[in-house]
């Protein structure tokens, strides 16, 4: 079959034949044609990020963390430009899109012989710059003088010295301008970190501080955990191991296994008791390292001891042999930390149905949230801290240890909407009795914000409210704020306004 065309529309025939050539080799487009592309794209790509920035930013469906944002400084001093940092971020990469493009297409429409010479440019600069290099090198290696090497030896033509000061100009302007760099970053870090003091090593003997602890008793009437030594830890392993036989007597379907900080007692089987052993040794690790325990310290007297049952009828029963607790007052718990004057702890809960993994997460999220009570009772002192404070602590745990448990996020979401909806915490602050399950999200979202602001400050107040020192005057101290200011700035940063108790 033969085409039958004129001339004319051979003529455009080949036009488009050829148009298409270009396009697919790649060769560069006209100017306007890019730029009109380029702003296509750009005005493509900011309303996706603008939508994206709209559903984040949604209070109803933003996810259920509360936000800590970044201060420079521990004191809550900083201005709304730093609680507006991550709007400012987005805000930067819309104004950064098109640039990007424009820069991308630009790269791209180079052809392949400019980039080759530019290549060999740059090898060939980078060669004279090394041989350079060494030639100084050497010099320092041996004491003598560059430049009289040089004059006698050089055979280099007049353009490759200029290309050579060239590109050492360029290189010590590029190291001058990375230095200045860095040094503007060093100062930012030292705003942002709050530098620790350095604690003297201890060298006392065990006499010595027992007599201290003694003393600082008399004092204050603050009664610190002595330090045991490593006979007297053993003592108390087979004090506990003894206790646990009593247990299994009771509980005949029961065994219990050791780790190296916990005893875990369970009717369940063997798999499951050392998954909830690993979560158990991950929440020590973690609360060793908030509180800065220096490694291989002891906690517990002895080890921590930890009892769960398959059935609820099973934990009642045991509460109420070894620790003549009625059955009813402990109907609505699945979990109790049991703390003792003279430092022990033991644990008790029930797993019930964990044939889901769901259900599975929620016992462990309860297991480590109990353990955590335990382990803030051996903390330091004997004195108990606030309740608002125990709590938080007891439930950032999990969110930290087992992401996998959704409840803390649900309680966190629902002390948000809370919060938004009365423009208060609750009373959660001057609270002694127990915590509704919102006020629990509250408060664990308290706790992350004071952890975020200042890590080393979160201790040291925790230390001066051990110590025996209110927990107002203990905040005025280390965060340098009043309640109300932790609130206001914590509700700032979840966008409450004037948040009060």
């Known amino acids: 079959m033969r085409l039958s065309l004129s001339p004319s529309q051979w003529s455009k025939l080949l036009l488009f034949l050829a148009c298409m050539v270009l396009l697919l080799t790649g060769f560069p487009v006209s100017s306007e044609a890019q730029s009109h592309a380029d702003r296509g794209a750009a005005r493509r790509l900011m309303a996706e990020m603008s939508e994206e920035e709209t559903e984040s930013a949604d209070p109803s469906e933003g996810d259920s963390d509360f936000r800590s944002s970044n201060f420079e400084n521990a004191d809550f001093d900083a201005g709304m430009e730093d609680?507006?940092?991550?709007?400012?971020?987005?805000?930067?990469?819309?104004?950064?899109?098109?640039?990007?493009?424009?820069?991308?297409?630009?790269?791209?429409?180079?052809?392949?012989?400019?980039?080759?010479?530019?290549?060999?440019?740059?090898?060939?600069?980078?060669?004279?710059?090394?041989?350079?290099?060494?030639?100084?090198?050497?010099?320092?290696?041996?004491?003598?003088?560059?430049?009289?090497?040089?004059?006698?030896?050089?055979?280099?033509?007049?353009?490759?010295?200029?290309?050579?000061?060239?590109?050492?100009?360029?290189?010590?302007?590029?190291?001058?301008?990375?230095?200045?760099?860095?040094?503007?970053?060093?100062?930012?870090?030292?705003?942002?970190?709050?530098?620790?003091?350095?604690?003297?090593?201890?060298?006392?003997?065990?006499?010595?501080?027992?007599?201290?602890?003694?003393?600082?008793?008399?004092?204050?009437?603050?009664?610190?955990?002595?330090?045991?030594?490593?006979?007297?830890?053993?003592?108390?392993?087979?004090?506990?191991?003894?206790?646990?036989?009593?247990?299994?007597?009771?509980?005949?379907?029961?065994?219990?296994?050791?780790?190296?900080?916990?005893?875990?007692?369970?009717?369940?089987?063997?798999?499951?008791?050392?998954?909830?052993?690993?979560?158990?040794?991950?929440?020590f690790a973690r609360l060793c390292e908030m509180f800065e325990f220096p490694k291989g310290s002891r906690v517990w007297t002895g080890k921590c001891i930890v009892c769960a049952f398959a059935f609820q009828q099973d934990f009642l029963r045991f509460e109420q042999e070894f620790f003549g607790a009625t059955a009813n007052k402990f109907t609505g718990a699945s979990g109790l930390a049991h703390m003792s004057s003279d430092g022990n702890v033991l644990i008790s809960l029930f797993y019930g149905n964990i044939s889901t993994m769901a259900e599975r997460w929620r016992f462990i999220g309860v297991l480590v949230h109990e353990s955590t009570h335990g382990f803030m009772h051996r903390y330091r002192a004997r004195q108990s801290l606030p309740l608002w404070l125990e709590e938080g602590i007891a439930d950032t745990m999990p969110a930290v240890i087992v992401p996998a448990d959704r409840q803390a996020g649900l309680k966190q979401r629902s002390g948000l909407n809370q919060m938004r909806q009365t423009g208060s915490v609750g009373g959660l602050m001057q609270s002694a009795g127990p915590l509704e399950a919102w006020q629990y999200g509250i408060a664990s979202g308290l706790v992350q914000f004071m952890l975020k602001q200042n890590p080393h400050g979160f201790k040291e107040f925790l230390d001066s409210i051990k110590d025996g020192k209110d927990w107002v005057e203990a905040l005025k101290e280390t965060y340098r704020c009043t309640p109300e200011e932790l609130l206001f700035h914590f509700g700032r940063a979840n966008r409450i306004p004037r948040l009060t108790f």
């Open 83 to 283: 609680l507006d940092y991550d709007f400012r971020k987005s805000r930067s990469k819309e104004e950064d899109a098109p640039k990007k493009i424009r820069n991308s297409s630009s790269r791209s429409s180079k052809s392949g012989s400019a980039a080759k010479r530019t290549s060999r440019m740059n090898e060939e600069e980078e060669e004279e710059w090394n041989e350079t290099e060494t030639e100084e090198d050497q010099d320092l290696k041996s004491g003598s003088s560059s430049k009289k090497r040089r004059s006698g030896t050089s055979s280099r033509t007049g353009s490759s010295e200029k290309k050579k000061k060239s590109s050492a100009d360029t290189k010590k302007r590029t190291g001058s301008s990375r230095s200045e760099k860095s040094g503007r970053s060093s100062k930012t870090k030292g705003k942002r970190n709050v530098q620790k003091e350095e604690v003297p090593e201890d060298t006392r003997t065990p006499e010595e501080k027992e007599r201290d602890r003694m003393a600082y008793f008399r004092e204050t009437g603050i009664w610190r955990w002595p330090e045991l030594t490593e006979t007297q830890i053993e003592t108390e392993i087979e004090k506990q191991k003894k206790y646990l036989e009593e247990i299994k007597a009771k509980f005949p379907r029961t065994v219990y296994y050791e780790s190296e900080h916990f005893f875990y007692l369970t009717d369940a089987p063997q798999p499951i008791a050392m998954e909830c052993m690993k979560y158990l040794e991950a929440m």
